[in-house]
């Protein structure tokens, strides 16, 4: 008797959320519309469904309200400045719990391998800016002893990593090279200081630094 009513109860309830007609009753709904054979129910709209969607409208005029009154509380902007700060902030706790992945060897390569391996990225992304030589085009001379940005390893590692002058230096590389690479590269670069390029652009910054 009780599986029964809760069965019964059950029914009931599915009845009363879908308010969907008994298949052997479906004539007491059914219009007059007839398309090549096929006819149309007039079923009302399920209770569960309105609900959901008066709820729905609710929730819509509950936040518009708040919103538009209660800008301290619901910002948007201060939504996203606050997941955009959190978002540093575990960046930086990653970088401070994992230092080997982002710390640069700043130790200054020398042998022909690394030199030809800076050379070739060298060649590849950094003549445009700088020529083939070092001399200088749109960016500056490389082998000259004036430095914008700092020369040596350490320095140059850095500018190659986090980018030159806002609005004007050249880009980040460190999404293009990894850790090694990069050391190659600024270790070429290093290699460039005190040769002669066919057409040196003239000096520019005021850090003096020379390998010799």
């Not at 538009?68 to 959190?86: C, G, L």
């Not at 070429?188 to 003239?202: C, D, E, M, Q, R």
Request: proline letters at 3%; charged letters at 25%; one cysteine or more.
């Amino acid at each position: 008797m009780s599986d029964k009513k809760q069965t019964s109860g059950w029914k009931k309830f599915v009845q009363s959320m879908t308010k969907a007609h008994e298949l052997d009753k479906e004539e007491e709904i059914l219009t007059d519309h007839d398309y090549d054979g096929i006819k149309e129910l007039d079923n009302v709209l399920p209770p569960w469904w309105k609900y959901g969607f008066y709820i729905t409208i609710a929730i819509g005029i509950f936040y518009y309200v708040q919103v538009f009154t209660n800008p301290e509380k619901y910002s948007q902007e201060k939504e996203y400045k606050a997941a955009v700060e959190k978002g540093k902030q575990e960046v930086e706790a990653y970088k401070a719990a994992n230092p080997e992945l982002f710390q640069l060897d700043v130790t200054l390569l020398t042998d022909e391998e690394s030199l030809a391996a800076g050379q070739k990225n060298f060649a590849t992304y950094c003549v445009a800016c700088h020529m083939a030589d070092g001399g200088g085009g749109i960016g500056p001379n490389l082998t000259d002893d004036k430095w914008i940005l700092g020369g040596g390893m350490e320095n140059i590692l850095k500018t190659l990593n986090e980018g030159g002058r806002a609005g004007k230096g050249m880009i980040s590389w460190k999404n293009t090279f990894n850790n090694d690479e990069l050391q190659q590269l600024a270790s070429y670069v290093i290699s460039l200081n005190g040769t002669t390029p066919a057409n040196p652009k003239a000096a520019e910054g005021d850090i003096i630094w020379s390998k010799q």
